[in-house]
C-alpha cells in the first residue's frame, strides 16, 4: 500500500517559547525603570509561552462562558459560570499581579514591570485580560473617595484570586469592572440615561441598564448615573454588605467577534445600591482616570498581539519551504516579515515609554503626566489602528494554514479591531487628542520636548516633526483632520523614540518607510538599501522554540 498520509513540509508546533523575549519589550522593561523585574518578566514570559498556558487559552476561548439568569426553582441568579482554564488564566495574572499591585508599591518601575508582564502573559490569552485591565484601571478613580480606595484598595491589590460572589470585604482578593455604555451610546456618555436618587443612609438607589459591562462576575463596577447634581460616577458591588445580592440583573451574553473566554453582559440595575465615587456632576472626570489606564492596556495588548503575530509568521517563514527555499529567504517575504518587526518594534517601543510615564506621572512627576496625556491619546488612536491590519498580513503569512483555527491566527485576528473600539473608538481617541492640545497646551509642549530632544538625528524625522507644527497651527477643519493629526503625531512619537532608543536599523527602516514615503500601502514595501538581516536577526531571537520541535506529523 502506498503511503496517503505523509506530512511532510509542516512546520514543527510553536511551544515552550518566552513571550517577553523580544529586545524592544526587554530594553523598554530597562530604560523605563524596571530592570529589577527582569527576572519575573521571563518568568512569566515563559509560562505565557508554555504548552500549558497556550492550552489554556485554546481551551478558555473555546468553551464559551455561560450564563445563569435562574436556578432550578425560578430564583433570580445572575451568575457566569467560566472554564476551569479562564479560571487558571485569572490566578497566574493575579498571582504575579498584574492587576491592582503596582499601586500599592513605592518601588519606581512597578507599573513598567507591570506593563511587560501584561505584554507577556496576555498572549496566552487576551480575554482574560479585561478583567485584570479593569482592576488594575480603577484604582486612581476610586481615590476619588479616599474612604472606599482606602476599604477595597488593598483587596484589588491582593495576589490572592478568589473567584466568587460574596461581601467584598469577606473576601481574600477583588476583581472590579466597568459599566458605561448604554443603548443609546457609548462614546457620549453624559447621555447616560441611568438614574442615581439619593437615600436616606448616604447611598444611592440605581436605576437603569447598561449596554456593555464586560467581566460581569467583578466584584464591583464603577458606573455612571444620573445624581440630582449631575452624571456621578458609583460603585457598585454585586453583593451588599449584609450578604445579599446587589440587584444588578445580567440580561444576556453578548455574542462577539472574538475576546469569548471573556464574558461581556447587558446588565439592568433594578434598583440596585451604590455609592458615590467623587463629586456628582463630575462623573466623567472621576471614571475618566480609570478609562486612562485601560487605554493604556489597549495599547499593551495589541503590541503583544503584534508579538503574536509576528512570532508565529517568522517562526512558519522559517521552517515552510516554498519554491525549493526556504519562505525566509524569499525575498518578497523578507520585506513582508521585516516591515511586520519593524511595525512591532515601533508599537513596544511607545508601549513600554508610555508606562514609563504613567509610573513617573503616579509618582508625582507633573512633565510625564502633561506628555502621557496626549502621547497615550494619539498613541491608542495609531497603534491600535494598526492591529488588525498586522495581524491580517501577520495570519497571511501562514498561507492557508493561518485561516485555520487550530493556528491561533483567527483568534488574533478577531481580537485585534476590539483593542480599537473600546475606551474610545478611533474617531474618539483621535478627537480626544485633540481635547487634550485644547485643555493641556503643555501637553502639546511635552510631546515636543521628547520630538525635539532627536532633532538633528534623523533629517525624516525633522521634516516630519516641522509637517506636524504646521498641522497644529492649523485650525481650520481640525475635528476633520483628526485622525490624520493623531497620526502624524503618533508615528513622529514612534520615530523619535526608535532614533533615540532603539536599533538603529530598525529606526532607519522606521525614518525611511513611515516618515521618509519611502513605502507602500501594504506591509512588505520597504524600500531597498535597509538592514533586513538585522532587523530579522531581532526578531528572530525570539522566534525559535526552546524545547525540542517535533514535526506535526510524527
Ligand atoms: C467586547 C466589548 C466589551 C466592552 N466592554 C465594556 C465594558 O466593560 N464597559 C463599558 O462601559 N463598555 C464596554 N464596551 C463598550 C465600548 O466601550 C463601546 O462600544 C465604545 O465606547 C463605543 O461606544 P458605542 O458602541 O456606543 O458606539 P458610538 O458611541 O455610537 O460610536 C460609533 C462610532 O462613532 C464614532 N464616533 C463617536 N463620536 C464621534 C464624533 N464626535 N465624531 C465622529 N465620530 C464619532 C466612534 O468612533 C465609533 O466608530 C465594550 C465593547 C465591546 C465591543
Known sequence: MPPTHEVTNQVPPLVDFDAADHPALLEGLRREGAAWAEDDV???????????????????????????????????????????????????????????????????????????????????????????????????????????????????????????????????????????????????????????????????????????????????FLTLAQAPDGLACFLLPRVLPDGTRNAIRLQRLKDKLGNRSNASAEIEYDEAVGWLVGEQGRGVRTIIDMVNMTRLDCVLGTSGGMLTGLRNAIHHARHRSVFGAKLVDQPAMVNVLADLAVETEAALTVAMRLAGAVDRAT???????????????????????????????????????????????????????????????????????????????????????ELDAVHGADDRLDQAVIVLRKELGDLDDIQYRARHIAETMALCLQGALLVRHGDPAVADAFCASRLGGEWGRAFGTLPRGLDTDRILARAYHFAEPNSNSRTSGS
Open 363 to 449: 509618582r508625582g512627576d507633573e512633565q510625564e503626566a502633561l506628555f502621557r496625556r496626549l502621547a497615550l491619546a494619539v498613541t491608542k488612536y495609531w497603534v491600535c489602528k494598526r492591529g488588525p491590519a498586522h495581524a491580517a498580513e501577520a495570519l497571511e503569512c501562514l498561507g492557508g494554514n493561518g485561516y485555520v483555527e487550530e493556528s491561533g491566527m483567527p483568534r488574533l485576528y478577531r481580537e485585534m479591531p476590539l483593542l480599537s473600539i473600546w475606551e474610545g473608538s478611533g474617531n474618539v481617541a483621535a478627537l480626544d487628542a485633540l481635547r487634550a492640545m485644547a485643555t493641556a497646551p503643555m501637553a502639546v509642549a511635552a510631546v515636543f520636548a
Open 42 to 220: 521571563r518568568a512569566i514570559g515563559r509560562h505565557a509561552g508554555s504548552a500549558q498556558a497556550q492550552e489554556w487559552g485554546r481551551l478558555a476561548e473555546l468553551r464559551h462562558p455561560v450564563l445563569h439568569t435562574h436556578d432550578r426553582y425560578g430564583h433570580r441568579v445572575d451568575e457566569v459560570e467560566y472554564d476551569p482554564a479562564y479560571h487558571e488564566l485569572m490566578r497566574v495574572a493575579v498571582v504575579n499581579g498584574l492587576h491592582a499591585t503596582p499601586w500599592q508599591s513605592n518601588r519606581p518601575g512597578a507599573h513598567v514591570a507591570r506593563a511587560a508582564k501584561m505584554l507577556a502573559w496576555g498572549q496566552a490569552d487576551p480575554g482574560h485580560i479585561c478583567p485584570i485591565s479593569m482592576t488594575y484601571a480603577v484604582v486612581p478613580a476610586l481615590r476619588h473617595q479616599p474612604d472606599l480606595a482606602a476599604a477595597y484598595e488593598p483587596l484589588l491589590a491582593s495576589t490572592d484570586y478568589d473567584f466568587g460572589l460574596r461581601t467584598p470585604n469577606t473576601k481574600r482578593g477583588l476583581i472590579a469592572g466597568m459599566s458605561m455604555t448604554e443603548k443609546q451610546g457609548g462614546s457620549d456618555v453624559r447621555a447616560n440615561t441611568t438614574t442615581a436618587t439619593p437615600l436616606s443612609d448616604g447611598t444611592f438607589r440605581i436605576v437603569g441598564h447598561k449596554w456593555f459591562t464586560s467581566a460581569p462576575m467583578s466584584d464591583f
